[in-house]
């Protein structure tokens, strides 16, 4: 049987009661590895990545029969997806009362701490350089470097300006290329 890839006949198969579990499964087959990477590159850990991405499709399974189709399933995915990454980094820096530069501290850290890490490659060189810039301007960078999401979805997604994020986005690669530039 062939995989199911559009989104209105996955959503027809999820409103179905009969053929509910089945669309579902294919939503998250369809999105998962998506939703994993956008939030791994917010939360920087695999195990952390993964309860997020757990958390997301719980949100997700309670909310698709409110969905209504005003955007795209994916962005509608993402804007859960990037709020719940949002929601764990606040936690953790509930969790221990620290600044937000500590938590980035903390990411860094733990990006260092991967068996992968090699600081003399230059794509750690840039998740490092990544790990530097304030949250909203990661987040976006994040969202048109790696999922190459058009300005209009990213508006949606984050409920911001199109112009705020292109001059995020241009701040985000400035930074960027300074870091790599003297790091």
Known sequence: ?????????????????????KGFTL??????ERLYWHVRRLVIAHEDANDVLQNIF?????????????????TWLYKIATNESLTF????????????????TGLSNKLRADPQFDPN???WKLQTAILQLPEKQRIV???RYYDEMPYEEMS???????????A????????????????
């Open 121 to 123: 490659k230059l794509e």
């Open 141 to 143: 960078f994040s969202l």
């Open 27 to 32: 939503i998250v087959q369809k999105y998962q």
């Open 89 to 104: 980094l606040e936690q953790q820096k509930r969790k221990v009362s620290v600044s937000l530069s500590d938590v980035e």
């Open 156 to 166: 949606r997604v984050l409920e911001t300006s199109e112009g705020a994020l292109k």
């Open 1 to 21: 049987m062939a995989v199911i890839q559009d989104d209105k006949a996955l959503l027809t198969l999820y409103r179905s009661p009969a053929t509910r579990e």
């Open 58 to 74: 719980i949100k997700v399974w309670k909310n698709l029969e409110g969905f209504r189709e005003d955007a795209q399933l994916y």
């Open 168 to 183: 995020s986005y241009h701040h985000a690669v400035k930074k960027i290329e300074e870091f790599i530039k003297n790091g």
